[in-house]
Nanobody, 117 residues
Framework: VQLQASGGGSVQTGGSLNLSCQAS????????MGWYRQTPGQQREQSDF??????????RYAESAKGRFAISRDSDKNTMSLQMIDLKPEDTGVYYC?????????WGQGTQVTVSS
């Protein structure tokens, strides 16, 4: 499974961004896809959980993301998106697309999100 993330950028507080992740390879039976945020000093695998969505559409969010972020998935196209509104400086970090398929974790390259005050 390969994951390609896109959509990061720099915005001011209160701004919006939309992240996308395209899965390829043996992507059709990925169970869970999600986003993690890495901040300085963290290893990628220790990144903070942001949101996830199962193949069946069940979603889960970090407390800090609830009400501001919305995760969605198109299983036919093997894509996942994260709509982020009302961004805050503490949302700053490198966002990684993550997938779990048959208990194996896959990570995409990170995309930088910077929110300035």
């Amino acid at each position: 499974v390969q994951l390609q993330a896109s959509g990061g950028g720099s915005v001011q507080t209160g701004g919006s961004l939309n992240l996308s992740c395209q899965a390829s390879g043996s992507a059709s039976d990925i169970n869970v896809m999600g986003w993690y945020r890495q901040t300085p000093g963290q290893q990628r695998e220790q990144s903070d959980f942001v949101a996830r969505i199962t193949k069946g559409g069940d979603t889960r969010y970090a407390e800090s993301a609830k009400g501001r972020f919305a995760i969605s998935r198109d299983s036919d196209k093997n894509t996942m998106s994260l709509q982020m509104i009302d961004l805050k400086p503490e949302d700053t970090g490198v966002y990684y697309c993550h997938a779990n398929r048959w208990l194996v974790d896959y990570w995409g390259q990170g995309t930088q999100v910077t929110v300035s005050s």
